[in-house]
């Protein structure tokens, strides 16, 4: 094959592997000739399964050099993960312990690593191989913070978990030597960190609220020269408290290298200068924050072009969206309610918004929107709503989360008639994606 047609097969398999309905069959496109198999190789990089399904790649695919089994061994030519460089397992179980000698094949090409099972299955993998690691998320008790001390010089983004198994609800004394080495020198190359806390009864976060422990964090975030993302998730639904959004605020005002910034818990609408710190003030360009229970008369309209991204969480109090027309690349995620108000009315009016403004200023189509709702499928869908997408030439792709009820394609059938017909709208076979309820809390802001 010529090099012309080989960038026509490789434009095609790209196609059908990005496409989930057709990655196995891509995948199966490795048996045509080795250069297919080489594609398929370059884009087969990330494993995320169980122990066991690991294990079972490694039988699969791993050959012998000698019938010896104590003597070395050497990844088959034909598999399809020598190009591995994400992995993301479950817990290591001791009973059937993962082969080291295929282990420190893969290990020392793996620059992602993700495992549930804590710093113990973490230590495994550094000892075997994975020396060259820069994305890390890592589950951990307080109580193991020093085993992190095997970390990769080249870790750039890490994701904390963390946990408690045993612990008073007001005893922060462990917490305090985690964050100091949290933010010592060893994190300080970091560009993006993520701090997780998954106890229902959200003690880390708790911690962080308080003032007085929240200025170590932030203190020490202000060495961070590289930082660029920053983003803190609690299970418990947290309203945020004064003392810490004047730590927050503070730091924001003094950080110099923030491009996103994460934080998808309640504002109240009183003194909310942080917010409006960020939506008007700040050089943040990617913001995830959360407006529910919020007036519209609090929450500012969007006056900076430097936002490229904006990710709100809303409920039926929520502000009107209308004021955020003028940010090109926004995701709406709206919480369930027992008592949800017309479910698209925000959407109307950011809708009605845009057009206004494009009417104004002449853009082409460039705004991207993506909606996670949770429809109530006793109401037909708005008139007005489809009216209005029908007239919104601003937007070039549209995106809809929606739960999933058993009626649910008469339900869609008048967004889907709108879009196949629509004149700037691109995605039209990928605008829609469903869930159902018990996945709605795990969706990603």
Not at 102 to 108: A, E, F, R, T, W
Not at 165 to 190: I, R, W
Not at 337 to 347: G, L, P, T, V
Request: charged share 25%; net charge positive.
């Amino acid at each position: 094959m010529t090099i012309f047609e080989n960038r026509i097969y490789r434009i095609i398999i790209e196609y059908l592997w990005f496409d989930s309905k057709n990655k196995s069959y891509a995948r199966s496109l490795c048996l045509v000739n080795w250069y297919f198999h080489r594609v398929i190789c370059s884009l087969n990089i990330s494993f995320n399964g169980s122990h066991e399904k690991l294990n079972q790649l490694f039988t699969h695919h791993f050959q012998r050099q000698s019938s010896d089994l104590l003597l070395s061994q050497a990844l088959n030519k034909c598999a399809l993960f020598s190009s591995l460089t994400e992995l993301r397992i479950g817990n290591l179980s001791s009973r059937n312990p993962l082969p080291l000698d295929d282990l420190k094949l893969i290990l020392p090409h793996i620059r992602s690593f993700s495992c549930i099972g804590g710093p113990n299955d973490y230590e495994l993998m550094v000892s075997n191989g994975m020396h060259s690691l820069e994305c890390l998320e890592i589950n951990t008790d307080t109580s193991y913070f020093n085993d992190f001390e095997l970390l990769s010089p080249n870790l750039k983004q890490l994701k904390m978990v963390l946990h408690r198994l045993n612990f008073d609800y007001y005893d922060f004394s462990s917490f305090v030597p985690l964050t100091k080495y949290l933010v010592s020198e060893a994190f300080q190359k970091l560009t993006s960190l993520d701090i997780v806390d998954t106890n229902i009864n959200g003690s880390y976060c708790y911690f962080i609220m308080d003032s007085k422990y929240s200025s170590v964090l932030f203190d020490g975030l202000l060495n961070f020269q590289s930082l660029q993302h920053l983003g803190f998730t609690f299970v418990r639904d947290i309203k945020i408290v004064t003392e810490f959004k004047e730590k927050l605020l503070e730091y924001l005002e003094k950080q110099k290298t923030l491009r996103s910034f994460d934080l998808p818990h309640m504002f109240y609408s009183i003194d909310s200068d942080c917010l409006w710190y960020l939506v008007r003030n700040s050089s943040i360009e990617q913001l995830s924050i959360n407006i529910c229970e919020m007036a519209s008369f609090h929450f500012p309209t969007i006056q900076r072009d430097n936002l490229k991204k904006l990710t709100v969480i809303v409920d039926k109090y929520s502000t009107s969206l209308g004021n955020l027309s003028t940010i090109k690349h926004i995701k709406v995620i709206q919480r369930r309610s027992e008592r949800s108000s017309d479910s698209f009315e925000r959407i109307k009016s950011l809708f009605k918004a845009q057009k206004n403004l494009q009417d104004l200023h002449g853009f082409k189509a460039n705004r991207v929107l993506k909606y996670v709702i949770p429809f109530d499928e006793s109401k037909e869908i708005d008139n007005d709503f489809l009216q209005a997408l029908k007239n919104n030439t601003t937007l070039k792709r549209f995106y809809l989360r929606w739960e999933l009820w058993k009626d649910f394609n008469s339900k869609k059938k008048p967004i889907e008639d709108i879009i196949q017909n629509h004149p700037t709208i691109r995605n039209k076979e990928c605008w829609l994606s469903k869930y159902k309820w018990k996945e709605y809390q795990s969706i990603e802001y």
